[in-house]
């Protein structure tokens, strides 16, 4: 986790899209529950109270699995690595064709006081090894273009004082760790790596509406993240896909995802004991 200012200066600015803020425990489900199912692109989704699957084909053995790959991550717990417990709370935000992308929730104890990292993370499930980045799908220079049109963008560019980069990279580089929003512009904050850290929303006059998840700024409003939106052209190669997300009929977007799974969300502890 990153390094974060102790203070802040400047005015608030209205946000694209701003959520409550989180609570650092996930809400417990009944054992055996099964919260969706879907079928998309030869992809069988499966999302319990314990993991998140993707399986291909007819193979019996899920291609992917959340809990599988969180557990690789975090390796074997150490006496000696500084917490006293850590939790991840992950649900699923959209499946399109083999594009799952679903939140995190990272929360850890062991400090001065609790703390956490909130994320989306999306792949595709045929080929998971691969770092996916909204480069692979869309145009950087129509992406470029749509963060630039975005209000939280062009106060953060106007008010640092900061012109426009010619290249998508070069506006990441300069967005990555400015803060905005609250009393004194500092309660989010963009990440370095915002083009990984994405899911797809709904689709409108023929567009994917992509969300980004933008976490907290200062240590202050941890727990706290909001969403910064975008619409892009739907890739050709990828236009069944979106249509049938989107429609429900193979697959699912964030529109639909965040109200099958409202209050529902799986946990993960990783070391010590979950309250």
Request: a neutral charge; charged letters at 20%.
């Amino acid at each position: 986790m990153r390094t974060l200012a102790l203070f802040c200066t400047l005015s608030g600015v209205l946000l694209t899209a701003q959520l409550p803020a989180q609570t650092p425990t996930a809400k417990r489900a009944k054992p055996g529950s099964v919260f969706w199912t879907s079928k998309a692109d030869g992809v069988i989704y499966r999302w319990t109270e314990k993991d998140l699957t993707a399986t291909v084909g007819a193979a019996g053995t899920p291609s992917y699995s959340v809990a599988h790959a969180l557990k690789k991550e975090f390796g074997k717990p150490e006496a000696d690595n500084g917490y006293s417990s850590y939790e991840v709370s992950f649900q699923p935000l959209s499946a399109v064709g083999s594009l799952l992308s679903y939140e995190r929730d990272d929360y850890w104890d062991g400090g001065a006081h609790p703390s956490g990292n909130e994320s989306f993370v999306t792949l595709d499930v045929r080929n998971p090894k691969h770092a996916l980045k909204l480069t692979d799908l869309f145009d950087a220079a129509q992406i470029r273009q749509a963060l630039l049109s975005d209000p939280v963008v062009q106060h953060v560019l106007t008010r640092d004082r900061i012109a426009p980069p010619p290249t998508l990279n070069g506006l990441v580089k300069a967005l990555a760790i400015k803060e905005f929003g609250g009393d004194e512009d500092c309660k989010y904050g963009f990440p370095e790596n915002l083009l990984s850290d994405f899911a797809f929303h709904h689709i409108e006059n023929g567009k994917v509406a992509v969300r980004f998840l933008i976490p907290h700024g200062a240590e202050i409003f941890r727990f706290q993240n909001t969403q910064l939106g975008i619409l892009l052209p739907v890739p050709a190669t990828w236009k069944a896909a979106f249509s049938q997300a989107a429609n429900g009929s193979a697959g699912a977007m964030m529109a639909s995802l965040q109200k099958i799974g409202k209050d529902k969300k799986s946990s993960l502890v990783l070391q010590g004991h979950a309250e």
